[in-house]
């Protein structure tokens, strides 16, 4: 895997500008903040965040991947001003869980999801490496 950053571009905070991978691609549909059993338990964002994280990071334990295999995610928010105004706690949430990996992303605020208690979902891709193929499930 290697990160594309362009000549004289600033660096960015918290993602990457673009990844190059060779390997067995693992997508992940989107993950609310609901538990295994589908209940929320968290009513406020950053609690909604870690649960759906943690739900992106079980799917790709399933096909023996992790956090250093994601290269792409997509988050989508409910409210713009509550995922400002949460940003230290969710950073230190996706430090603990993701470490210091930087994947492609983006952050689209839409009006509602299908859940009608999600305040976040997230869509990931990861990129096993070809070494890795034939195992998982």
Sequence with gaps: MKILHPAGWPRPKGYSNGIVATGRLVFVAGQVGWTAAEKFVA????????????NVLAV????????????????????????LDSL????????????????????????ALIEDQAKIEIETTAVLPPETIGEGS
């Design 43 to 54: 009513k406020d964002f950053p609690g909604q965040f870690r649960q759906a994280l943690e």
């Design 60 to 83: 790709l334990a399933e096909a023996g991947a992790g956090p250093e295999h994601i290269v792409r995610m997509t988050w989508f928010l409910t409210d713009k001003q509550e995922y």
């Design 88 to 111: 230290a706690e969710v950073g230190a949430i996706y430090r603990e869980l993701m470490g210091r990996r930087f994947p492609t992303m983006s952050v689209v605020e839409v009006s």
